[in-house]
């Protein structure tokens, strides 16, 4: 029979983990409240596909309840995994290829509302920066994303990458210049910055 939570403190990710493999399927839905938004948004962000993001968050979600048996905590944080998981997921979709991009990404046509013309431009300029982001290579894309997005430090990104904090510095570095040239290239206003 599992204890119930007390009300007044939310359990950490390792004691979730361990209630869940222990049987307590409730926490199933507590883990997923508190990692699957951060996971979509991610996938999202490297994928670029709202329906592929998806079909990442739930794999990634399964490999986490499947995991649960043997996690071990203290050895490292549950959403650093998850992050791993996801980039990992992510760069194996790209390498199969990406499919076409769906009717949903095309976008709803301009507003003919005064101010029109500044949310065209602004909605340029977020085409552009994602053109540009898209076209970094996985990992730098993962680096620039985990730390500019989700605000993670080196650290916590040189683990979720599986490197060290020095080739996260470089893949942020060559990320920032990649990012700077495409958006120089399109005409972005601030390539020099």
């Known amino acids: 029979m599992t204890m119930p939570f007390d009300a007044m403190s939310e359990p950490d990710?390792?004691?979730l983990m361990a209630r869940y493999a222990a049987?307590?399927?409730r926490v199933a839905a507590m883990l997923a409240a508190r990692h699957l938004g951060r996971v979509h948004g991610l996938a999202a962000r490297m994928l670029g596909d709202p329906t592929e993001a998806e079909d990442v968050a739930q794999e990634a979600m399964l490999r986490l309840w499947r995991a649960?048996?043997?996690w071990q905590p203290g050895r490292a944080q549950l959403s650093t995994w998850l992050y791993r998981v996801t980039v990992n997921l992510c760069i194996d979709r790209r390498r199969k290829g990406r499919r076409d991009m769906p009717l949903e990404a095309a976008g709803e046509p301009a507003d003919p509302a005064p101010r029109a013309e500044a949310r065209l431009i602004a909605a340029d300029?977020?085409?552009q920066a994602a053109d540009a982001l898209g076209s970094l290579p996985a990992r730098q894309r993962a680096a620039i994303l985990l730390r500019h997005v989700e605000g993670l430090g080196n650290p916590a990104i040189a683990t979720a990458l599986g490197t060290s904090t020095e080739a996260v510095e470089s893949?942020?570095?060559r990320g920032r210049r990649a990012l700077a040239a495409a958006l120089g290239r399109s005409g972005g206003s601030h390539a020099e910055e």
């Open 13 to 15: 990710d390792d004691t």
């Open 23 to 25: 049987g307590d399927p």
């Open 68 to 70: 649960a048996p043997t």
């Open 125 to 127: 300029t977020a085409r």
């Open 171 to 173: 893949l942020l570095a």
